[in-house]
């Protein structure tokens, strides 16, 4: 009965080393650089770098244009402002008669005249 239990017990430990160098191949596969998964996620992680640099560039950008936007905001607001003051006294002006220039076209129409001239069956009826 022992020497069963013997040969059952180095069965164990053979099958275990067995599994044990499997275990390692497998390990020198996932963590080698060039070409298993250990380069998979060195480029992978590489990428994020690159990725993480790209946003810090476009996060600084967004920043610059967001106050230069901000600050032609408060430059449209204050001379829309403006305007309204501008607009708002206009009501308050007398009228003057309108606009300068629409009343020289009014009398450039005024000035223009027709002249009719007669045709030759009427000279003719004048004549008789």
Do not use: N, W
């Not at 600084?60 to 003051?85: D, F, K, W, Y």
């Not at 009501?91 to 220039?101: C, S, V």
């Amino acid at each position: 009965m022992d020497f069963i239990a013997d040969i059952l017990m180095a069965g164990g430990a053979f099958g275990a080393a067995l599994y044990c160098y499997v275990l390692s191949q497998r390990l020198k596969r996932f963590s080698t650089l060039e070409g298993g998964m250990g380069g998979a996620i060195a480029v992978l992680s590489s990428q994020v770098d690159e990725m993480t640099r790209a946003l810090e560039k476009a996060r600084g950008a967004a920043m610059v244009s967001a106050s230069s936007l901000e600050s032609l905001t408060e430059r449209a607001e204050a001379v829309a402002a403006r305007l309204e003051l501008l607009l708002a006294s206009m009501h308050d002006l007398p009228d003057t008669g309108g606009d300068p220039r629409a009343e020289q076209e009014a009398e450039a129409e005024r000035r223009l005249r027709f002249v009719r001239r007669r045709s030759y069956r009427d000279e003719a009826e004048a004549r008789a």
